[in-house]
């Protein structure tokens, strides 16, 4: 199961951290992310991090400002938001699968994952 929060309503040039707690898996073993969905358009990733030695793969349009995190101890994937804006409006969803590869193809491997329920991000102007 995958229970993500932290979304909310926030100001253009905000933050937000969005948080996914992970129960059931062996969370060492899986590759996270987080994807998004806008109003009216298709879902899309935004950014993810493998399994140790972690590294991060992110979509063009948030690098820079977003940034990726896990914690294994607390079974726990983060996304911290940085300098919002509202076309970073919508529902906001984290994903795990079991892989081992390179985060390159994190986006191909994540969209076959277990998916979360979303959480919603409102970025007003």
């Known amino acids: 199961q995958l229970q993500a929060s932290g979304g909310g309503l926030v100001q253009a040039g905000g933050s937000l951290r969005l948080s996914c707690v992970v129960s059931g898996y062996t969370f060492s073993r899986y590759a996270l992310g987080w994807f998004r969905q806008a109003p009216g358009k298709e879902r899309e990733f935004v950014a993810g991090?493998?399994?140790?030695?972690?590294?991060?793969s992110y979509a063009d349009s948030v690098k820079g400002r977003f940034t990726c995190s896990r914690d294994n101890a607390k079974n726990t994937v983060y996304l911290q938001m940085n300098s919002l804006q509202p076309e970073d409006t919508a529902l906001y969803y984290c994903?795990?699968?079991?892989?081992?590869?390179?985060?390159?193809?994190?986006?191909?491997?994540?969209?076959?994952?277990?998916w979360g329920q979303g959480t919603l991000v409102t970025v007003s102007s």
């Open positions: 991090i493998t399994r140790s030695p972690v590294s991060t």
């Open positions: 994903v795990a699968e079991v892989y081992y590869g390179d985060s390159a193809y994190l986006p191909q491997v994540l969209r076959g994952g277990s």
